[in-house]
């Protein structure tokens, strides 16, 4: 009998074990994300008044030059530069290729309220009743969200994330329920952070700061990356107007990826939107098997 108890208590060493064993997988699976180097994410968004050959191809030099440090840019399209692109065979074909390549195709936003508010220009899209919108605004009407969507689900990719410039309290209505990603913000401090749960219209949506390239300097941004902890996003947000405006705002976009590719050659860290939440928001179902690992483990270490 003793031997046989000897057996038995083995193997529920060896189960107790292995449990632990894949508690600790699952661990390290969602711990990969703490990296020696924060997460890098550079932002563009194309502005519907910007929507025109000569913007096209600055964001073409833009892409070019980025992918010479690894940095992988998230490209935020509005619908008139969608609708630029699908109407243009090799502009369309370049797209793609930033697609596969690994740059990410997401979406922007100028909603209609936000627009009134601040004399910007709206892209035609909303969710607010029509008999809501201004006689003065009426013929600048092109859809609702899900006519927005569908317009942008065209481009090559799939959206997961987008900045949809939802600061004014009626626009919360034009958040698309398929995008899972948000992005917002302006200011310095927005630059290093972390995701965290926001709702608009009933949607649970995560989301995570970026701040405007523009607000710092080159040495403030170097500052705020070396003091970033592992794990965090420090994510810059600029538009193509913006690079294409001078000589030098283009080189210090420039200088900023040299900067980026400098401190990981890798490009493991210098990731998308959607790719820095995967890394810092863990999944559902993910936590549920680990939580339920742990829940068993502990039953087995108590009998």
């Known amino acids: 009998m003793v031997w046989v108890n000897k057996i038995v208590m083995r193997n529920i060493k060896i189960k107790r074990q292995w449990l632990l064993s894949t508690v600790l997988v699952l661990l390290g699976g969602i711990l990969l994300q703490a990296s020696a180097n924060p997460y890098s994410v550079f932002v563009v968004h194309c502005k519907p008044k910007n929507?025109?050959?000569?913007?096209?191809?600055?964001?073409?030099?833009?892409?070019?030059?980025?992918?010479?440090?690894?940095?992988?840019?998230?490209?935020?399209?509005?619908?008139?530069?969608?609708?630029?692109?699908?109407?243009?065979?090799?502009?369309?074909?370049?797209?793609?290729?930033?697609?596969?390549?690994?740059?990410?195709?997401?979406?922007?936003?100028h909603p209609y309220w936000v627009s009134q508010t601040r004399g910007t220009t709206w892209d035609g899209y909303t969710n607010t009743p029509r008999e809501e919108i201004s006689t003065s605004n009426a013929t600048g009407y092109l859809g609702d969200m899900d006519d927005y969507l569908l317009l942008m689900n065209q481009?090559?990719?799939?959206?997961?994330?987008?900045?949809?410039?939802?600061?004014?309290?009626?626009?919360?209505?034009?958040?698309?329920?398929?995008?899972?990603?948000?992005?917002?913000?302006?200011?310095?401090?927005?630059?290093?952070?972390?995701?965290?749960?926001?709702?608009?219209?009933?949607?649970?949506?995560?989301?995570?700061?970026?701040?405007?390239?523009?607000?710092?300097?080159?040495?403030?941004?170097?500052?705020?990356?070396?003091?970033?902890?592992?794990?965090?996003?420090?994510?810059?947000?600029?538009?193509?107007?913006?690079?294409?405006?001078?000589?030098?705002?283009?080189?210090?976009?420039?200088?900023?990826?040299?900067?980026?590719?400098?401190?990981d050659p890798s490009g493991n860290s210098l990731v998308t939107v959607t790719q820095a939440m995967n890394m810092t928001v863990p999944e559902p179902a993910t936590l549920s098997l680990l939580a339920m690992c742990m829940f068993t483990v502990g039953l087995r270490s108590r009998a």
């Open 155 to 263: 481009l090559p990719g799939t959206r997961t994330s987008g900045t949809l410039g939802i600061n004014h309290g009626q626009d919360v209505l034009d958040w698309p329920p398929a995008l899972s990603y948000s992005a917002e913000g302006h200011d310095f401090d927005d630059i290093v952070g972390r995701p965290q749960v926001v709702e608009y219209s009933g949607h649970a949506v995560w989301q995570m700061n970026h701040g405007l390239f523009w607000n710092a300097a080159s040495s403030q941004l170097a500052t705020a990356y070396e003091t970033a902890e592992p794990g965090d996003i420090m994510a810059v947000v600029t538009h193509v107007s913006n690079y294409e405006q001078s000589l030098a705002n283009t080189l210090a976009v420039d200088n900023y990826f040299a900067f980026l590719g400098s401190k």
């Open 51 to 109: 929507a025109d050959s000569d913007s096209f191809l600055k964001l073409r030099d833009m892409v070019a030059k980025a992918s010479q440090h690894q940095v992988k840019l998230t490209i935020d399209f509005t619908p008139q530069w969608a609708q630029m692109i699908l109407g243009n065979p090799v502009f369309l074909d370049l797209v793609t290729q930033w697609h596969e390549s690994g740059h990410e195709l997401g979406v922007h936003h």
